[in-house]
């Protein structure tokens, strides 16, 4: 498919202490356009996810939603000239490691001790654009009215036990919705349900810092290697090479693709 050619447009900046050229000047990396994620799976932002992204975050509820919104947006890449793997998908999770169910529950029951319910609606406001401080706990979440982050919205709603789910309701459901409680084991079974689904990996949320990551790598990633979930050794080549398997830099049918050259006297390689 060609793709349309567009005005080529330098943009510098001229001051009274500053004059900078506008093209960056440093030596490109190997990949030279840096891999390009997007997060937030509403219909705007998947579209947007199918023409440019090589990578989406995505926060479902479960598998099963997952695999729909999934296989939903690589419709969506097809129909934008893309191949449906040229976009890989990486799940929002958390994780409660313990050597056996009764550790791992305790620690869980310790953590939502902790959790603060004020903290997380104002977390859970800067993600959705909206200042949630003026609303009581009890406010329903129907009520509630922003142009950002609707799919995050309506999976809370279908997630809460109650009919009318509170804001205190999500502060729960945020941290819980996505955390995996379990044995290495357990857990790596339950991400073989996730693999299942179309993810292609996790974006691990920190619950405490470092430990989630330290019980991660030494507790679930050898597991994870024995059941083929991982790789057994680390790939060589640029973070691109390692997401696709080919090639470092963007494939020509990516439309950030046209603006290769776009200030270039000469041709160049990239």
Known sequence: MALPQLPLLQVDHVSKHFQVEGPHLVSPSPQRTPVLFQAGSSKVGRDFAARHAEAQFI??????????????TRRLVESHGRRRDDLKFFQQLSFVVGSTEEEADAKHRELEEKTDVEGMIAHF???????????????????IETEGMQSRLAWLRESAENERPTLR???HLLGRRSRMVGTPEQIAERLGHWRDAGVDGINIVSTTIPGIYEEFIDQVMPVLRERGLASPEPTPGTFRHKLFG????????????????????????G
């Open 125 to 143: 406001g800067g993600m959705i654009g909206v200042d949630l401080g003026s609303y009581e706990l009890d406010t329903p979440l129907e009520v």
């Open 246 to 269: 080919e090639g470092d830099r963007l494939p020509d049918r990516h439309p950030a693709t046209r603006y290769r050259d776009a200030f270039a006297s000469e041709p160049t390689l």
């Open 59 to 72: 926060a479902a509820p479960d598998p099963e939603h997952a695999a729909t919104l999934i296989e939903d």
């Open 169 to 171: 309701d999500a502060a």
